[in-house]
T-cell receptor, first 113, second 116 residues
Framework: AQSVTQLGSHVSVSEGALVLLRCNYSSSVPPYLFWYVQYPNQGLQLLLK??????LVKGINGFEAEFKKSETSFHLTKPSAHMSDAAEYFC???????????FGTGTSLTVIP | SAVISQKPSRDICQRGTSLTIQCQVD?????MFWYRQQPGQSLTLIATANQGSEATYESGFVIDKFPISRPNLTFSTLTVSNMSPEDSSIYLC?????????????FGPGTRLTVL
């Protein structure tokens, strides 16, 4: 079975500091990879995705993620945190066969003024 | 992207009653899904809503408890039956948008259910 691991259920950063949210997956073949953000009392919004091609993917709101096959990782970063980035972030994977999405347990990001 | 609406956005219900959640999408899609997100947890897939046939349920979820309808390619409902406090969750519908090189799942805003 597939699994998605998000290290750190809670991450706190100062406003303006680097944001790094970690995601590792278990798969024998490279899956499709996604990051979603969930703001308080809202549904999930797609931040970015990796399917094929360039391993550094840019998303909305200044976020980006890099697919590293050797490390089976897809960590999410943003150079400078903003107060509005405070939210829950979910990493998800989907194999290139089938429609099942596997979600990580989420990382709650707090931005300290 | 996709425009997905859910009704109601939230509800507070009594134990033993049932609630039907509606999900409307802005264009025809083949695959729609229903998820549950319990407090402080990640998403758990309840079922895939198939148009014109019975939904496909994941392990631990049954049709008697979570009946699903999918009358057409833009609409689905999920009913939470005979509710108990353990059913208090956010219920999310989603769709799978097919695109060459990477199908993407989009989510509705969720229905926040509290069962007393």
């Amino acid at each position: 079975a597939q699994s998605v691991t998000q290290l750190g259920s809670h991450v706190s950063v100062s406003e303006g500091a680097l944001v790094l949210l970690r995601c590792n997956y278990s798969s024998s073949v490279p899956p499709y990879l996604f990051w979603y953000v969930q703001y308080p009392n809202q549904g999930l919004q797609l931040l970015l995705k990796y399917t094929t091609g360039a391993t550094l993917v840019k998303g909305i709101n200044g976020f980006e993620a890099e697919f590293k096959k050797s490390e089976t990782s897809f960590h999410l970063t943003k150079p400078s945190a903003h107060m509005s980035d405070a939210a829950e972030y979910f990493c998800a994977v989907r194999l290139n066969t089938g429609n099942q999405f596997y979600f990580g347990t989420g990382t709650s990001l707090t931005v300290i003024p | 992207s996709a425009v997905i609406s859910q009704k109601p956005s939230r509800d507070i219900c009594q134990r033993g009653t049932s609630l039907t959640i509606q999900c409307q999408v802005d264009s025809q899609v083949t695959m729609m899904f229903w998820y549950r997100q319990q407090p402080g947890q990640s998403l758990t897939l309840i079922a895939t809503a198939n148009q014109g046939s019975e939904a496909t349920y994941e392990s631990g979820f049954v049709i008697d408890k979570f009946p699903i309808s999918r009358p057409n390619l833009t609409f689905s409902t999920l009913t939470v039956s005979n509710m108990s406090p353990e059913d208090s969750s956010i219920y999310l519908c989603s769709l799978l948008r097919v695109a060459g090189g990477g199908d993407t799942q989009y989510f509705g805003p969720g229905t926040r259910l509290t069962v007393l």
